[in-house]
């Protein structure tokens, strides 16, 4: 089993900034990919960010373009979301997910191919 615990959320003003992290922990860690997905009240969860284990490639929704950094540690098992310019619409709840299958670029921004979730944690931007 795995184990993803994320932090960092919190109430920040519009054009803040926050760091989120995921920590990984259970099995010997070796995912394939790590990403960040986010959901708003009354909102499909959507993808924010993704990163592969190894190489490091990176892949971001359109809407945090820009904004987000996705990074890893891959000594520490952890994954963070550096949020800068947060928006009012930024706000939602923040999850980490793990995959350990090869994914292509379209089914890394899928939230059905990843395998472990974390528990969340909520980001609120205020106008």
């Known amino acids: 089993q795995v184990q993803l615990v994320e932090s960092g959320g919190g109430l920040v003003q519009a054009g803040g900034s926050l760091r989120l992290s995921c920590a990984a922990s259970?099995?010997?860690?070796?995912?394939?990919?790590m990403a960040w997905f986010r959901q708003a009240p009354g909102k499909e969860r959507e993808f924010v960010a993704a990163?592969?284990?190894?190489?490091?490639?990176?892949y971001y929704a359109d809407s945090v373009k820009g904004r987000f950094t996705i990074s890893k540690d891959n000594a520490k098992n952890t994954v963070y979301l550096q949020m800068n310019s947060l928006k009012p619409e930024d706000t939602a709840v923040y999850y980490c997910?793990?995959?350990?299958?090869?994914?292509?670029?379209?089914?890394?921004?899928?939230?059905?191919?990843?395998?472990?979730w974390g528990q969340g944690t909520q980001v609120t931007v205020s106008s």
């Open positions: 997910a793990a995959a350990f299958a090869p994914l292509s670029t379209i089914l890394l921004r899928t939230r059905r191919s990843y395998d472990y």
């Open positions: 990163i592969t284990w190894s190489g490091g490639s990176t």
């Open positions: 259970g099995r010997t860690f070796s995912s394939y990919a």
